[in-house]
Structures are given as structure tokens and as C-alpha cells.
């Protein structure tokens, strides 16, 4: 491990100095690095000063937090002293409004219950259905690639993760608008991580290009959202969160039309973007990974030889799920947690005062080599055994959160990610270029990498036909 530093120099700070971390000459010094990879320059700063560490920054105070113990109390056992009051949370409410993702208190406990049902075990069961249909849809997509075909796995897996929350949780069909909502959602998220990593940003009114940008963005799962509404509202109830919600305004709850607008573009963003993210990256440590992929497929030609997955094959895919967690180790989907100290407060040894701004990464975490062997190897097996699959309880790998404030989409998504997984490597085998360089993860909301993600995809020989 990297030498620990004393604490820094009290004359870069409005608020007392309560931790080791860089001075303000050396934070301007790291622009660069900051702008080019935050994602390293967090390591660095862990490795470098500390599971604790504060910033230079005048105001609010603000720490990086990746000690287990002080991770797990801010988000379990003292969760109620911390809220979602921070620079992060406000811009992603620039698209989402104030839906689950972005609420604290007993607002964010009232939208919990309302849409929780809709991820009861009755629901899960028909997400590996259409999973099942999302991958196929996507084969038929692709057309003849038995000699192999150049597939951008990110584009594939935004689009078919879109398709699964749409029929899933909001009962439509997204595959003729999937691109062009999962456009609309990048851009949106594309201008919020613009505007939260600048201190000062022009007003919201004023037209500049990132609003101009947003706006459309917006304008675009507004109307998407307007017209499953309508088509709900000429057909029979569902069962779904859309109908959960359409309840609610007529129910003693009494939410109103923006709430609805809100929690349902909430899922549309979290919904796929996270999944979608996590079985993009998969893909790609699979294609260098031949022995996994061969594991993968046998496996799913085992356990889904006798028809469509469902919910009851989760546990029966072992190697599905680890692979799956595997790859939310390496790259967590949401990469970034904040939180605003509602009171003082003592983490890891270290004073946070109130109101200070609290940062936490699972990517830190989880690449730490005082908790994991080999860190930066893919190795799905680690999750084959106890030690991974206790990480979470020991808050070295929570890639969905933890506490009351976990996810809620968390079983969702592991039905939908360990079957798309499933299902696909039954039909495909998927490989990288010749010469083929690791793509640099691109910090926004979540990880993705910048550009595209080309792979190599044939079918796979005696895959099923469907």
C-alpha cells in the first residue's frame, strides 16, 4: 500500500481540516487527471491519503469515504442522518424530476411503498420472458452472423434492456421507439454530468446549448411518457408499476400527473441504463474470456434446454450471476454515491462536520487488494465462492446500494441480467477484435465506455431456434 499523508494544509480550507488529502495547489495541479479519469483519480487519492479523505473545496466540506465500516454506516445503520440533499442528486433531478432516485425522507418512504408491488415475486416471473424476447429480438436484429458480424454491445444492450422495463414495468412495447428513447436518455444524462461536475452553471432558462440539449431530451420522455398513459387509459388495468401509480392518483395516496410523469421517467433512466450498463460490460470480459464463455453457454444450454427462462432458474445459473456480479465489480454501474451529513458525525476515525458532502464509490471499493485477491482480474469464480457472495454484507461490493436506500429494481435487475446473459450465450458467442485495446470506462451516471463497444458475434453452433 501506498504511504499515508499527514493532514493537509489548514490554510486551503474555510472549515477546520479533519482528514489527510491534497492541498489546493495540488488539486489545481490534478485537473487534468480529474477531467481526463475520475475514476483513477479517486483511487489514487484512496491509496494515497486514506480510506478518508478531504478535499480542498470551501464549501461544502467534502470527504471520500471508501473505509467498509464508515461506508456502511452512512448508508445503514445511520442512514436517516444523511439525505440525497447534493450537487449529484440535484442534477439528476433535472431529468427525473422528484421521483424515487432523487427524494429523501418520508416523501422518498411514500414512493417506495407505492411502486415496491411492482417488484413482488409475481411480477419478476414475467421478466425472464421478456428478457427471453429482448435477446431474440435482437438475433433477428442482427440477421445471419454465422460467419460473424461487428456488433456495437452497447447500442444492443441499451436497446434490449429498454425493451424489458418497458413491457416489464410500464406494460408497453418500446422496440420500435427504443433507440430513439435511448438516445434521448444520453443526451439528458450527458448534459446532468456536465452540469455537476462545474461549481457554477448558467441558469436553466438561459439557451445554451447543453439546455437546448436537455430540453429536447426532456421533451423526448415526456411525450413517451404521455402516450403510454393515454394507451393505458383506452385499455384494461395492468398489474404493472404504470398501473400502480395511475392508482395512486385516484387512491388516499392522491399523488398528481408530475408525480407520475416523475417516477416513471425515474425507472426509464435507472431502469436500463444500470442493466443495460452492467450486461454491456459483461460482454466485453466474456469476449476475452474463452473459457467463461464456453462455461456460460453450457450452463445455459443445461439449465434453459426445456423453453423460456423464468424467475425459478435464477438459482440454477450459478455461473450466469457470476458472471454478471463479476462484471458490476470491475465496472458498478452507478459508480458514484453522495450524501449531505445532516449532522456531525465520526467515520472512520475522522470528524465529518454537518453539513459536510460525504462521497462514496463501490469502484474504489471494489478494486481495493485489501479486499479482494487479484483486484483487477476478471474472475467470476470469486462469486462461486462464500467470501464473494458474503462481500455485500460486509460492504466491499454493493454495486446496488445498501440499506434502506438499496435499490429497489435490485431482484429486477439480477432476473433480467443473469437470463439476457443466459439467453444470448445459448445463441451467440461473442468475441474481441484482432488487436482490440480495453475501452476507458466513461464516468457519467453510470459506466460506459467512450464511443462504442464493437465485438465480434457469430451464432453459435446448434444454438435453439426460436
Known amino acids: 500500500m501506498a504511504s499515508r499523508e499527514g493532514v493537509p494544509d489548514r490554510r486551503y480550507f474555510r472549515t477546520p481540516a479533519t482528514a489527510p488529502g491534497p492541498s489546493g495547489p495540488q488539486m489545481l495541479r490534478a485537473i487534468r487527471f480529474i477531467n481526463r479519469d475520475p475514476l483513477g483519480f479517486l483511487q489514487s487519492m484512496d491509496r494515497r491519503y486514506g480510506s478518508v ?80 424476447q429482448a435477446a431474440d429480438d435482437l438475433v433477428a436484429r442482427w440477421g445471419d452472423i454465422s460467419r460473424g458480424a461487428v456488433i456495437d454491445m452497447d447500442e444492443a444492450m441499451m436497446r434490449a434492456a429498454l425493451e424489458v422495463v418497458g413491457r416489464s414495468l410500464l406494460g408497453t412495447d418500446f422496440s420500435r421507439d427504443a433507440d430513439r428513447l435511448a438516445r434521448a436518455t444520453l443526451h439528458a444524462l450527458e448534459v446532468v454530468v456536465a452540469r455537476a461536475r462545474v461549481p457554477i452553471t448558467p441558469p436553466g432558462w438561459l439557451p445554451t446549448p447543453g439546455s437546448r440539449r436537455l430540453s429536447a431530451a426532456v421533451s423526448e420522455l415526456d411525450a413517451a411518457v404521455a402516450d403510454m398513459i393515454a394507451a393505458r387509459s383506452a385499455s384494461a388495468p395492468g398489474g404493472d408499476m404504470l398501473q400502480l401509480l395511475l392508482n395512486a392518483m385516484d387512491g388516499p395516496d392522491g399523488i398528481d400527473a408530475r ?53 425459478d432458474d435464477l438459482e440454477r445459473l450459478p455461473m450466469a450471476r457470476a458472471v454478471f456480479n463479476e462484471a458490476m465489480r470491475l465496472y458498478p454501474p452507478v459508480w458514484l454515491v453522495t450524501r449531505r451529513a445532516l449532522h456531525a458525525d465520526v467515520l472512520g476515525g475522522r470528524e465529518i462536520p454537518q453539513g459536510a458532502l460525504v462521497i462514496m464509490t463501490p469502484y474504489v471499493v471494489q478494486r481495493d487488494p485489501r479486499y479482494w485477491d487479484r ?65 476507458r470506462p466513461q464516468a457519467g451516471v453510470t459506466l460506459r465506455p467512450r464511443g462504442s463497444l464493437p465485438l465480434l458475434v457469430r451464432s453459435r453452433r446448434g444454438s435453439p431456434a426460436r
Not at 467498509?68 to 442528486?89: C, E, F, G, M, W
Not at 422518498?108 to 425472464?128: K, M, N, Y
Not at 462464500?386 to 466491499?396: K, N, P, V, Y
Not at 433480467?416 to 480495453?438: D, I, K, N, W
Request: charged share 25%; with cysteine; hydrophobic share 40%.
Open 53 to 132: 479523505v478531504q478535499f480542498p473545496i470551501p464549501s461544502p466540506p467534502s470527504y471520500l469515504v471508501s473505509e467498509p465500516d464508515a461506508v456502511r454506516r452512512v448508508l445503514v445503520s445511520h442512514n436517516r442522518s444523511y439525505d440525497k440533499d447534493t450537487i449529484q442528486y440535484r442534477s439528476l433531478s433535472l431529468v427525473t424530476g422528484e421521483g424515487l432516485l432523487s427524494t429523501s425522507g418520508e416523501r422518498w418512504r411514500e414512493q417506495r411503498r407505492i411502486v415496491q408491488p411492482a417488484f413482488h415475486r409475481d411480477s419478476l416471473d414475467a421478466i425472464g420472458r421478456n428478457a427471453a
Open 259 to 311: 408525480e407520475v410523469r416523475d417516477e416513471i421517467v425515474s425507472f426509464m433512466v435507472a431502469g436500463h441504463e444500470t442493466v443495460a450498463s452492467a450486461l454491456m460490460w459483461a460482454w466485453w470480459l466474456v469476449a476475452g474470456a474463452p473459457d467463461v464463455m464456453e462455461a456460460l453457454a453450457t450452463e445455459a444450454d443445461r439449465v434453459l434446454a426445456d423453453g423460456t427462462p423464468s424467475f
Open 375 to 439: 483486484p483487477e482480474a476478471f474472475d467470476p469464480t470469486r462469486f462461486l465462492e462464500a467470501r464473494g457472495r458474503s462481500a455485500e454484507d460486509l460492504a466491499t461490493f454493493w454495486p446496488f446500494g445498501l440499506g434502506p436506500r438499496m435499490c429497489v429494481g435490485r431482484d429486477f435487475a439480477y432476473v433480467e441480467g443473469v437470463l439476457s446473459l443466459a439467453t444470448l450465450a445459448r445463441r451467440v458467442h461473442v468475441e474481441r477484435l484482432p488487436g482490440q485495446l480495453p475501452p
